[in-house]
Each structure stands twice: as C-alpha cells, then as structure tokens.
C-alpha cells in the first residue's frame, strides 16, 4: 500500500524560504489587521451614531464582508477591478481583500461591545465635565476593548490563515511560496505537509502571545 | 466541461446555466458536508465535555488541526495524501472530507459551549428529579443547550458554505471556479464576479439576519 | 444659586416638565419626592444640561445652562451628579475612578489628582479600598466610589437622582450616612429621592413633583404634616 516514497529533503532545503514566507505571511497579516481595526472601529461608529449615507456605507461593507467568501473579495480586487481598470499587484490585492473583510467582521464585534456597555456610563463620564472624546477615549473604548479582545485574537487568526488565498492570486506568502516548490518539485504531499505544521505553531504562539497579554493587561 | 461550450466572447443565457448548475454543486457539498459534520461535529462536541482528560489530550489537539490550517492547505493536502494511503478520490469527494472534518471541528466547540451553558445545577435538579443520563440530555441538555449555539451554529454553516468556495482549488467547478473559467472566456470579469458575489449574498445575508433577530428574542 | 425660570420639556410630545419655577440657595438642601414618571430625573438632567430644554431657563451661578455660548464641560465641574445605577468605570480602580476627571477635566497633576482622590475616598469611608477594583465592591460601596468621583471635581452643587433606590435595603443606610454628612458639612444638595425619612430629617425644603409640575413646595413639617394639595396628601398616603 505504502508505495509512495516520501521525499522529505528538498523540503529541509526550502525549509528556510518558507519560514522567510512565514514572516511575509503575518506581516500582511498583521497590516490587514491594523487597517482592519481603525477601519472596523469607523464602522462601528458609524453605524451606532451615524444617519443618512454614512450609515448605510458603514452597514453595506459590514454585511458584504461578512456574507460572501472571502475568496470572492479577494477577485474583486483582482479581475473586478482589473475590469475597470484598476490594477493591483497581488500583495495590493491580499491586502486589500483581507482589509475589506477584517474591517467588516471587526465592525460587527466592535458595535457588539459598544452596545454591551449600559449607556450610563457616557451620561456618568459627560457629568464629571468629559468631553466626549475623553469620555470615549478614557471610559467606552478601554472596556469595548476588553470585550472584544479574544474575538479579536481570533480574528487575527483568522486573517492568518485567510492570507493564505494569496496563493490564488499569485502572492508568495507562506502557502504561494508552498505551491511554488511544490509544483517545481512535485513533491506535493510533503511541501503542505511541513506548512501545516507551519501555521499550527503558528496559529498556537498567537493564541498563546494573546492570553499572556491578556494576564498583563487585564486585572478586572 | 471547459470543452463543450464553444467559444463565446460575451455573456450569453447558456453561461448562466452553467453557474447555475455550479451554484448547485456549491450547495450540494456545502450542505452534505454542515448536515454529517453538524452530527460529528456535535458528538465531538460531546466527547470533549465528558471525557475531560481524554479529550483534552487527543481529541482537542486534533481537532485544533482543522482550526489553525487553512482549509486550503488542508484539501491540497488530503488531496495528495488520498493515493499515497490507496484511496483513489476525486476532487468532489477530497473537498466533502476535508469541509465536513473541517465543519466537525468547528462544531465541536460550539456544541462543548452548549452542554457547558446547560450548566451543571440543572443538570443535577433534572436527575435528581429522577431522569436517566440519557433523558436528562434528551429532555433537558438538548434543547436547552441547542437554542444556546444556534447562532453560533449558523455562523459555522454559513462560514463553511461561503469556505466551500475553496474546493475549487482542486478543480471542482463550483460556482468561484465556474466564475473563473467564464471570466476568461468572456473577458466580463465585473458583471461575473458581481452575478458569483449576488449569489453568495443572496443565500447567507438572509439566513444571518433571520438568526440574529432570534438570537436577540432568545436572549430576553 | 441654581434658579430656574418657566421651564418646560418635551419628549417629542410628551411634556414631562410643564412650567417649573424654583430657586435653591447656596447651602440649601432641596429634596424631590413624587411619583415615577413625574419627571424628577428629567429635571435633574435638564439643570447640569444632559437633556435640551424647549422653553424657559435653568441659571446656575448666574450662567445660563442652555445657553449656545455655554460650555457645559467647565459648568459640570460644578454640579456634581450621582446615578441610580452605581455607574464606577470597570476598568479602573476605585482611586484611579475618582482620579481620572480631576487629572484629564481640571488638569491637575497626576500626584494632586491622586492626593484628592485619596482625600474623597477616606471622606465616603472607602478609605481601606484604594487599589480594588469596583466589581470587588458591594452597590453600597460602588455607590459611595461614585459621590467621592463627583466631589474629587470640587462641585458648588450636588444633585442625587435616587441614589439609593437600586441598593439592596441593608446597604441604603450607609449611602444616606455618606449624604447626610454632606449636607451637616454645608454641601448644596438636590436630592431626588424616596426615601421619606431623609427627606423628613435632613433637607431645608421638600418639593413634590406632580405630572410635571411642582405641586407643593415647603419645610419638611409643612410638606410631611400639614400637606396643602389633595394630590401631596394622596401621594404621602401611599409611601407611607
Ligand atoms: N429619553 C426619553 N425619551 C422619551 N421619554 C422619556 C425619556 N426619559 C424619560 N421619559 C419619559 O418622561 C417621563 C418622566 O420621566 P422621569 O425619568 O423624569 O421620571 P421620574 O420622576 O424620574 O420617575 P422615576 O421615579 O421612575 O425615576 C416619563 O413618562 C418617561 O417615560
Ligand atoms: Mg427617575
């Protein structure tokens, strides 16, 4: 049955391209991230306070992003945009799409946190003689930030491994880079093989790093 | 596939069809898959409640797999790993394992959240009252627990519907690679990927509103 | 001086406020009873200018409270408030709650913002809980944590919309006691409140507040024993 004779040395030999593909792969990540949380927060903002236009933006990009595949954001800024045009190299196109999608999820979890906290809590911040971006910058959002901290963690995960669509598009991140050596040497099996592994240490010193910070960060 | 249509250079009735019939096969994998991963999904579930030690050492790990690699990586990988062990799958068949594995894991956590929110006072009044373990979960843990994680279950259906988009990878023509295949022949890449984008917002915006308004009646 | 003229407030349509005249001088305490829904809260929202007003004046120290030129962060710094709803900030200890407004509001330094605060805290009898966090607090206590945060910011007024009611009955005493000895120490006080024995005992004057209006003003002994209007004699009749 065990015909297959594994080759696992061409892989040992890329072993340090593909970690140097790793780093590429949580630096997109971890940009998209940061977009994601700015543009997430306007998001929440403007759909918990907004009207008119602003509202109904905030509201189609949330629900876009978050009901049709990632995959299909990521070709509209490939070929959609392409269409009209507009050309994105594939790192602008990862980016981009992972942007578009974490800035969406992010808005919903944010708004969610906004709303957990009781409305008092702005009447009792405005009464002491805040401003409201004080009130916001001291009292809401250092709570809203509590509770979203953990579905954040899992949403960076998420974008981890949601970057690894780059490899459709053409982007050598961490799973691209996979493919090109793997197609070069038909060692299919054995190149995804040691990426797996790849992402579960990945994903576990992520998962790991944020309950550590959690324990420094949080004492209430 | 790709053969029998001949060549048109723009959009006509007949490429319709054919991402019609590709929007059933996405359907047709993404329900097979949630339907026996949603079963699997919620034993696991119950495995890792019960079997404390157990699950936590073998169980939680493996399913962790299916968790912190991209699914992409995942069906590449079984894809290859299928004919090494003398399975001989096609990519429908590759594409249904890994998505109702995939699907199991995630339903698993939910499913462990809903016996745990169940909590163990009542569990212990409805013993106590006399039922059998077998009623008390029948009777008591299930549908108490199963209003707890609809939402969330509904999340992870829609997630692996919109996620089934990655069969297309090992050249299952669902409705993406469809899309695909015509954008190049008919060089309308926007009007395609918007018909794809419609589709796919159509099905899961719905379903996520409808559960949403449940969850916040529930929660009152 | 707080002095309010003609005031009156909708709700959209709902007038909750129909034409209040008062005046509270330096050092009064002023009590507000009356039924739920009477409006009390609203108007205490409307004097430190939470909520706008449709018609009418609220002067506090001369300035007009809804006036466009106001700046209603630098009036709060007078009037102080204190909630229903113990509202302490989760995330902060209960010396860095009372902390917080004096350092980011008034400017004050980190060490003087922190040396009143510790002076507000040992002045509630929180003197022993500096670094705790509220949720370690019982409702008396958060309760308490509140009132030394709005007398860290120095107020020329204090204005109390029931803050005992969502207390637990064994923990109204010690809130009362804390407002009590505001009051004995020369405090100016609006205290919207249902508690008729510190109405009775520690206010100069009680309104009663009627369906949006002041039905009966006067001492304690005029209000609680030889009451004027058919509906104060009504009311008193049930709390008591
Ligand atoms: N933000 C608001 N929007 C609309 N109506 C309001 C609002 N706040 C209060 N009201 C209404 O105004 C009226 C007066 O409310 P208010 O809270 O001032 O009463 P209250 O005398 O403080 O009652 P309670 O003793 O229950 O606290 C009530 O009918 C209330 O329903
Ligand atoms: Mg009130």
Redesign the pocket.
């Known amino acids: 049955m065990f015909e297959y004779n594994f080759h696992w040395r061409p892989v040992f030999k890329s072993l340090p391209d593909l970690l140097e593909a790793s780093i590429t792969t949580l630096q997109v990540a971890s940009l998209a991230m940061l977009l994601g949380i700015v543009i997430g927060f306007i998001l929440a903002v403007s759909r918990l306070r907004g009207n008119g236009s602003v509202y109904w933006i905030a509201t189609a990009w949330v629900e876009l992003a978050r009901n049709t595949p990632a995959l299909f954001q990521l070709f509209f800024f490939g070929f959609g945009l392409g269409a009209l045009g507009i050309h994105f190299s594939p790192y602008a196109i990862v980016l981009a799409g992972l942007t578009f999608n974490t800035a969406g999820y992010l808005g919903e979890n944010f708004r969610g946190g906004f709303e957990a906290i009781p409305p008092t809590q702005l009447r009792a911040a405005r009464s002491l003689g805040m401003n409201s971006w004080q009130a916001y910058t001291r009292i809401l959002i250092p709570q809203v930030i509590r509770i979203v901290y953990y579905p954040m963690t899992n949403q960076f995960v998420w974008v981890v491994l949601m970057s690894s669509l780059g490899m459709l598009v053409g982007y050598r991140e961490l799973t691209g880079e996979t493919q090109f050596f793997a197609s070069k040497t038909y060692r299919i099996f054995e190149y995804f093989a040691v990426t797996a592994v790849i992402y579960y240490v990945m994903v576990k010193i992520i998962l790991g790093l944020s309950k550590f910070c959690a324990s420094r960060f949080f004492r209430y | 596939m790709e053969q029998s249509v001949t060549v048109f250079s723009s959009f006509s009735v007949q490429d319709l069809s054919f991402l019609g019939e590709a929007a059933l096969r996405t359907l047709w994998i993404s329900f097979l898959s949630i339907t026996i991963g949603s079963v699997l999904g919620g034993f696991f579930g119950w495995a890792l409640y019960e079997m404390k030690v157990w699950g936590a050492i073998f169980l939680n790990p493996i399913l962790d797999v299916f968790r912190s690699v991209p699914l992409i990586v995942q069906l590449v990988l079984f894809y290859n790993f299928a004919p090494i062990v003398g399975l001989n799958l096609d990519a429908f068949e590759s594409g249904l394992v890994v998505l109702t594995l995939y699907t199991s894991a995630l339903v698993a956590n939910v499913a462990r959240g809903g016996i745990e929110a169940v909590g163990k006072p009542m569990r212990i009044t409805s013993r106590s009252l006399g039922m059998s373990y077998l009623q008390d979960m029948r009777y008591v843990v299930f549908p108490i627990g199963a209003r707890a994680i609809f939402p969330s279950w509904v999340g992870v259906a829609l997630g692996v519907m919109k996620d089934s988009a990655l069969v297309s990878v090992l050249g299952y023509v669902e409705l993406v690679k469809a899309s695909q295949v015509l954008i190049t022949r008919t060089q309308e890449p926007l009007l395609i990927i918007l018909v794809v984008g419609a589709f796919y917002f159509a099905l899961s915006y719905p379903v996520s509103r409808y559960s949403a308004k449940l969850e916040k009646r529930w929660s009152q | 001086m707080i002095s309010i003229d003609g005031l009156h407030k909708y709700?959209d349509n709902?007038h909750?406020l129909q034409g209040i005249d008062l005046e509270v001088q330096k050092g009064e305490v002023l009590s507000v009873i009356?039924a739920?829904?009477?409006?009390?809260?609203?108007?205490l929202y409307c004097i430190n200018g939470i909520e706008p007003v449709q018609q009418g004046s609220v002067l506090v120290d001369g300035i007009d409270v809804h006036a466009k030129t106001t700046d209603l962060n630098k009036l709060r710094q007078r009037l102080g408030m204190v909630f229903q709803q113990w509202n302490s900030f989760p995330h902060l200890t209960a010396i860095q709650n009372v902390a917080l407004a004096p350092q980011i509001v008034k400017k004050m330094s980190k060490s003087e913002a922190i040396e009143v605060a510790a002076r507000q805290l040992e002045h509630v009898g929180l003197g022993d809980k500096f670094n705790v966090f509220p949720n370690a607090l019982s409702g008396g206590q958060q309760q308490r944590l509140a009132i030394a945060r709005a007398l860290a910011m120095d107020p020329q007024y204090m204005l109390f919309d029931?803050a005992t009611s969502a207390l637990d009955p064994e923990l109204v005493g010690e809130v009362l006691d804390t407002m009590r000895i505001l009051a004995e120490e020369g405090m100016t006080m609006i205290c919207?409140t249902h508690e008729m024995g510190f109405a009775r005992d520690v206010s100069d004057r009680v309104a009663y507040?009627h369906e949006g209006i002041v039905e009966e003003i006067g001492s304690p002994e005029q209000i609680f024993n030889e009451p004027q209007s058919e509906q104060t004699k009504k009311f008193l009749a049930k709390v008591r």
């Open positions: 709700f709902l909750v009356g739920s829904g009477s409006g009390k809260s609203t108007f029931e919207v507040f």
